[in-house]
């Protein structure tokens, strides 16, 4: 069974204070793994889709990064509108759909 | 703009009702979702459709029903069989799988909040 695992649940963070956020997965060959951002009452935005291991992408103070075990989001000097719930999401090579993670809640202090 | 339009935002539903979720597209998707988010899991998939006319199972379509009459709409009814369905409900869709650009990329609506009274 496809499994993909987020952590931390929650993480605070200082305005400045880059973290990581991680995305573990068990996904029968791996399609492509992807990371969107859910801010509260809200549908999930796309951020990005890694297809494999050692791909990197980034799109202003974040940077996901894919092995074969795992997927990071790494959020540099991190500012308040930073602050969502991120998903990430796993795509197998049988499945037809996409295994989701339960997210990590980002919450960034001025 | 392209995008997912979810109605109604707040719907709230007595034991042993029915609800209809409207969910519609302009963004010329083939595919179409419907997920359930609760607080603490991960989005579980209920019902999708590739193809006008035709739908297949999610995880937990028990107590759940659709339609796909026309390419651009996909309500879902929420029947009085589902014993728990006070939840968030997403729409989302994508071009097909595997069809470039974009191959699996979901675009969301921005969800409807169903409460049993």
């Known amino acids: 069974e496809d499994q993909v695992t987020q952590s931390p649940e929650a993480l605070r963070l200082q305005e400045g204070e880059s973290s990581s956020l991680n995305c573990s997965y068990t996904?029968?060959?791996?399609?492509?793994l992807f990371w969107y951002r859910q801010d509260p009452g809200k549908g999930p935005e796309f951020l990005f889709t890694l297809y494999s291991a050692g791909e990197e992408k980034e799109k202003e103070r974040l940077k996901a990064t894919l092995t074969k075990k795992e997927s990071f989001l790494h959020i540099t000097a991190p500012k308040p509108e930073d602050s969502a719930t991120y998903l990430c999401?796993?795509?197998?090579?049988?499945?037809?759909?996409?295994?989701f993670g339960s997210g990590t809640q980002l919450t960034v202090l001025p | 703009d392209g995008g997912i339009t979810q109605s109604p935002k707040y719907l709230f539903r007595k034991e042993g009702q029915n609800v209809t979720l409207s969910c519609e597209q302009n963004l010329n998707h083939d595919a179409m979702y419907w997920y359930r988010q609760d607080p603490g899991q991960g989005l579980r998939l209920i019902y999708y459709s590739q193809i006008v006319n035709d739908f297949q199972k999610g995880d937990i379509a028990e107590g759940y029903s659709v339609s796909r009459e026309k390419k651009e709409s996909f309500p879902l009814t929420v029947t009085s069989a589902q014993k728990n369905p006070t939840a968030f409900y997403l729409c989302a869709s994508s071009t097909l799988p595997g069809q470039p650009p974009g191959a699996n990329v979901l675009t969301f609506g921005a969800g409807s909040r169903l409460t049993v009274l």
């Open positions: 999401a796993g795509l197998s090579g049988s499945a037809r759909q996409l295994t």
């Open positions: 996904v029968s060959g791996l399609r492509g």
